[in-house]
């Protein structure tokens, strides 16, 4: 490809000085010799195609450890992972309790330690698989830069680039270490997720890129002059990427419960020590063993459990998927999303494009109008989806003229263009050109390819043909033909003037490729209440054409971004009204998704070129193709590594799944803990015995609590995502704990006066474990709803267990249960009924009275 000049549209010359100064002279830079790995280079690097470092020069530097050499995780390391499942607060506490009981009781009032083990063993287990899936998946979505070495380009790992190497660049890469530009074709870079600055800046060479910025247009390479941790946005990457439960409703919402139960748990554990060992004065041992009964199930120990692992193996089914979730809360807030933005191409169409009609207009020649398009594909390196098109359908007959000058495509100006060296000699017989080119013997030709919307004026006879191929879902680009001045440089290809004096040429008819799956996908969006809006930089009646024959309601009301009102109110009423939006530019798709945030929405972004990354960034979840470009993968919480717009409702679906039945099984565990800590509080005003010891509790907690919540929280789950975790949770589980403990503390006051004698006490305490096993599994029953079969056979199962303990002599001892008369055990299944009823109906009252939205 021959040598073309750079476009710099404020003026400037290609090598950066001012028009009219000298050029100015270049000090070589060795690229062998040790550069500052704290202070970037100055100093340009010289002029010309750089070959990089050679294979010894980079082996030099890898000896001298200057590796790019910053972790790429996107989970914890499994020594955090033990850590965290380990070193928590109530595990410290139970593990104190746990070892006092070693002292004071039989080995059955230490079974819950031995759960609480079982528990975090789960817990890291689950951890550890979603960590290995997630490794594996970063490692298959992992940037690979292409680094040129030897003078020969090669696509490598971020951790191998070395202190020196040079690095090229495209629209969408990132930039992955911090450096100096060595080559600039119409550079522009992003720099505005560093530094808020929303306008791409221009680059040229000698100038610093930073790591973490990613390019707009054009491209180049640049000299790495930091690596590793000293480059600038290193630190913020490697923490970004991490495996991490942060920012959740859901963890949120926990913490908030948990800071609560330990505030309330503290004074009513210290009350029921100075009850039990001060005031009762019984005998030492079993006042501390039901002392520990009742402090151990006012910890809601597997809450924080469920939900590690609950979102653990949702990152493992979605692994099986190609999806990577690169942040965890992603999985969640994607099930609460309202509104989902979708970027037609890519996401509503495949990446490919086909080139199914050229039309030349004014009497242009259409073999002549063939070469120029083949031109202008072969003058740009890195060629979007519609060039490419062009590219494939019209290379062999492309015009071998000198590209004088070169304008990238960009999102904003939505055209692109070059200027060719014409000459007879270059191209014998080319027909069709003006009189002026053919007076110059060929001459310069200058060229713009972009939206006929953009370079022709309102009322132009070819639009009204334009709309009508829009009208039909196809995409349409303009070939125009800029004057031919002979004095016109091509400097100016982006310029007004250029486009104010494009004169029509050719229209290039594309078609798009719908994905077989996208329709699909926009019903259950549909079905789900998740308004489906179209966000393009494409014509809007095209856009809306495709949308249509994918189903979407509304396609038919498309809305041109241009005219769409600034100031936020309005814009949220617009993106309200309508669901098509075309010709809209990156900063228009990053204000849409502001303006739907500030009407209470949720919303997700979908996206894989360079014009979304920054509308993904600012979207409550932001989406990405595997084979987008690294920036929007980089920004992106969750990755579709198949690149298939149909894998999103699995990753809803998921997410639904955990918030649904972590949601439920935390009523299960606050209810324990809520009529735990109020029967705390009754014995210590009634100045009796605790009824429970920890085997008790333990054997109740692990048939109404602990198995059915682990096959409730992995359960299919479809019921809509509602916010207010906390209130949720906590309306149902205050009353049902205050219930149950009402019920199992009058029937342990009713045992006491009905039994006498040296043994009551176990007589008194099997009552009252009866009944609160029996109101307990109703909360159980409750919860489960609705109901299908392994649900009922679940409760059922619990149930059965329970039967068997009482029934099974060697199991009665154990668990110290044994019902003694009659009249005392019924009473308790009345009491248990009337309490059953009572939660009926106040569960109802709840709904109906505290709704949770």
Not at 430 to 442: N, P, Q, Y
Not at 482 to 494: E, K, N, P, R, Y
Not at 544 to 567: C, F, I, N, W
Request: glycine share 10%; proline share 5%.
């Amino acid at each position: 490809m021959t040598q073309r000049a750079k476009i710099n549209t404020d003026g400037a010359e290609p090598d950066g000085t001012e028009p009219g100064s000298p050029a100015p002279t270049t000090p070589a830079i060795d690229a062998g010799a040790e550069l500052d790995p704290v202070h970037p280079m100055t100093l340009p690097p010289p002029a010309g195609r750089h070959t990089g470092l050679t294979a010894a020069e980079v082996a030099e530097h890898v000896a001298r450890g200057e590796v790019n050499d910053v972790p790429v995780r996107s989970s914890r390391s499994a020594a955090e992972i033990v850590r965290a499942n380990v070193f928590t607060r109530f595990n410290a506490i139970i593990g104190v309790l746990w070892v006092i009981m070693f002292f004071v009781a039989p080995i059955q009032d230490t079974l819950f330690g031995f759960v609480i083990i079982a528990n975090t063993g789960i817990g890291i287990i689950q951890e550890l698989r979603a960590k290995k899936t997630l490794d594996g998946l970063a490692v298959i979505g992992e940037a690979r830069p292409t680094v040129r070495r030897d003078g020969v380009p090669a696509e490598i790992s971020t951790s191998a680039i070395v202190l020196g190497d040079l690095i090229e660049l495209g629209p969408g890469d990132k930039v992955v270490v911090d450096g100096v530009v060595a080559e600039a074709d119409s550079l522009e870079i992003d720099e505005s997720l560093l530094t808020g600055e929303a306008d791409p800046v221009l680059k040229r060479p000698g100038d610093p890129v930073m790591s973490g910025s990613f390019v707009v247009v054009g491209g180049g390479a640049f000299q790495a002059t930091k690596v590793g941790r000293d480059a600038y946005a290193a630190r913020l990457a490697e923490e970004a990427s991490r495996f991490t439960l942060v920012d959740s409703e859901l963890r949120n919402g926990i913490s908030t419960i948990l800071k609560y139960v330990t505030w309330m748990m503290i004074p009513t554990a210290i009350g029921l020590i100075l009850s039990q060992l001060v005031v009762k004065q019984n005998d030492f041992k079993n006042s501390i063993a039901r002392t520990v009964g009742g402090i151990v199930p006012m910890i809601p120990e597997g809450l924080v459990l469920l939900t590690s692992v609950a979102f653990a193996i949702g990152v493992i089914r979605l692994g099986r998927l190609k999806v990577l979730v690169q942040e965890l809360p992603a999985i969640e807030g994607l099930a609460r999303v309202d509104v989902v933005c979708l970027d037609k191409t890519g996401t509503l169409t495949e990446g490919g494009m086909d080139v199914s009609e050229l039309r030349p207009l004014g009497g242009a020649d259409e073999s002549y109008v063939r070469k120029v398009l083949g031109a202008i594909g072969e003058s740009d390196p890195r060629p979007n989806a519609s060039l490419q098109a062009i590219i494939d359908a019209y290379q062999g007959e492309r015009g071998r003229w000198p590209v004088a000058a070169a304008l990238p495509f960009s999102s904003v100006r939505k055209y692109s263009g070059a200027a060719f060296e014409e000459s007879d000699e270059s191209d014998e017989g080319a027909e069709g050109r003006d009189e002026g080119a053919e007076g110059r013997g060929g001459g310069l030709s200058r060229w713009l390819l972009g939206a006929p919307d953009v370079l022709l004026p309102a009322g132009d006879p070819a639009l009204a043909e334009v709309d009508h191929l829009n009208r039909q879902g196809m995409r349409v680009l303009l070939l125009a033909r800029v004057g031919t001045d002979a004095s016109a440089d091509g400097a100016d290809l982006g310029s007004p003037e250029a486009v104010s004096g494009a004169e029509a040429t050719a229209l290039v008819v594309l078609e798009q490729r719908l994905r077989p799956d996208a329709a699909e996908t926009l019903t259950y969006f549909a079905d789900q209440d998740v308004a489906a809006k179209v966000i393009s930089g494409d014509n809007a009646v095209s856009v809306g054409a495709v949308a249509g024959k994918l189903g979407l309601s509304g396609a038919e009301q498309t809305v041109d971004a241009r005219h769409l009102p600034a100031e936020r109110e309005g814009m949220a009423e617009a993106l309200d009204a309508g669901a098509v939006f075309g010709r809209v530019t990156p900063q228009q798709k990053r204000d849409m998704v502001g303006a739907l945030q500030s009407r209470g929405h949720t919303v997700a972004m979908t996206g894989d070129g360079v014009n979304d990354v920054l509308a993904l960034k600012d979207a409550d979840i932001g989406v990405s193709m595997g084979s987008g470009s690294e920036a929007t993968r980089a920004v992106a919480q969750i990755v579709l590594l198949n690149n298939s717009f149909a894998t999103l409702p699995s990753v809803v679906a998921e997410g639904r799944r955990v918030i649904g039945n972590i949601t439920r099984v935390a009523t299960l565990f606050l209810t324990k803990t809520v009529y735990s800590v109020l029967l705390a509080i009754l014995v210590a005003c009634f100045q009796v015995e605790y009824p429970f010891l920890p085997r008790h509790l333990t054997l109740l907690s692990t048939l109404t609590i602990g198995i059915p919540a682990f096959f409730l929280a992995l359960a299919p789950n479809k019921e809509r995502a509602q916010p207010h975790f906390v209130r949720r949770v906590m309306r149902y589980a205050v009353p049902s704990g205050v219930i149950a403990a009402v019920a199992t503390f009058t029937t342990y006051l009713l045992a006491r006066h009905s039994y006498t004698g040296p043994d009551s006490l176990g007589a008194e305490t099997s009552a009252a474990t009866l009944t609160l096993f029996l109101v307990s599994m109703w909360v159980l029953a409750i919860v489960a709803r609705p109901y299908t079969w392994w649900r009922i056979c679940l409760v059922l199962s619990m149930g059965a267990a329970f039967l068997v303990v009482l029934a099974v002599p060697a199991l009665q001892h154990f668990f110290a249960l044994k019902l003694v008369g009659t009249t005392v055990p019924w009473a308790a299944v009345g009491i248990a009924v009337v309490a059953s009823v009572a939660l009926e109906l106040c569960w109802r009252w709840v709904g109906r009275r505290f709704p949770a939205a």
